[in-house]
Every structure is written in structure tokens, then in C-alpha cells.
């Protein structure tokens, strides 16, 4: 089997990160920030790299290919979370 094309893998993330914004649990409104943790969130192909963002005013973050294999990976898996997360709770 190929590996999946970066923007499959995109969709694939774009879709937790949409179930993450519905979520009244996950999305709860942080007052001290007076932010939703999940606003207007996708993940898009940028080149051979994928762009992450889980706040609509913020860049994002970008993986790389593997990095973002591994991330939708831990998603699928139950992981909770942006990539900054997801890097947390890998090397902890």
C-alpha cells in the first residue's frame, strides 16, 4: 500500500480538528484567555509540508510529511489535541 498523499492526510486532520471545535468539552471557552482552544481549525498542503492551525488568528504550525502522518496517527488513535500536543505527548 502507498503511503497517503499529503492532502488526504490534511482532510483526514481537518476532520478531527472540526470534531475537536463542535465539542463543547474540548472546545470549552478559556476565560483567562478569552479564546475557544479550536476557532475556525483545518490543516492545507503548503508545498511538500502541512500547515496546521487550530486558532483562526495564529500561522499554525508546519509538518513535514512523516510529522504529519504521525500526528493524523495519533489522532486516529485518540489523541486529543493541535501538534503541539501531540509533539508533548510524544516525548514525555
Same mark, same amino acid.
Given at each position: 500500500?502507498?503511503?497517503?498523499?499529503?492532502?488526504? =492526510?490534511?482532510?483526514?486532520?481537518? @476532520? $478531527?480538528? /472540526? *470534531?475537536? #471545535? %463542535?465539542?463543547?468539552?474540548?472546545? #470549552?471557552?478559556?476565560?483567562?484567555?478569552?479564546?475557544?482552544?479550536?476557532? !475556525?481549525?483545518? #490543516? &492545507? /498542503?503548503?508545498? %511538500? @509540508? *502541512?500547515?496546521? @492551525? $487550530?486558532?483562526?488568528?495564529? !500561522?499554525?504550525?508546519? *509538518? !513535514?510529511?512523516?510529522? %504529519?502522518?504521525?500526528?493524523? %496517527?495519533? *489522532?486516529?488513535? +485518540? +489523541?486529543?489535541?493541535?501538534?503541539? #500536543?501531540?509533539?508533548?505527548? =510524544?516525548? &514525555?
Amino acid at each position: 500500500m502507498s503511503p497517503p498523499l499529503l492532502g488526504e =492526510v490534511a482532510d483526514r486532520i481537518t @476532520k $478531527h480538528l /472540526q *470534531l475537536f #471545535a %463542535a465539542d463543547s468539552k474540548v472546545n #470549552a471557552y478559556d476565560k483567562a484567555k478569552m479564546i475557544f482552544p479550536y476557532d !475556525s481549525p483545518y #490543516a &492545507t /498542503q503548503a508545498g %511538500a @509540508k *502541512l500547515r496546521v @492551525k $487550530h486558532k483562526g488568528y495564529l !500561522s499554525g504550525e508546519l *509538518l !513535514s510529511k512523516r510529522e %504529519a502522518i504521525e500526528y493524523l %496517527a495519533w *489522532l486516529d488513535a +485518540g +489523541g486529543i489535541g493541535d501538534p503541539v #500536543a501531540w509533539r508533548m505527548s =510524544v516525548t &514525555t
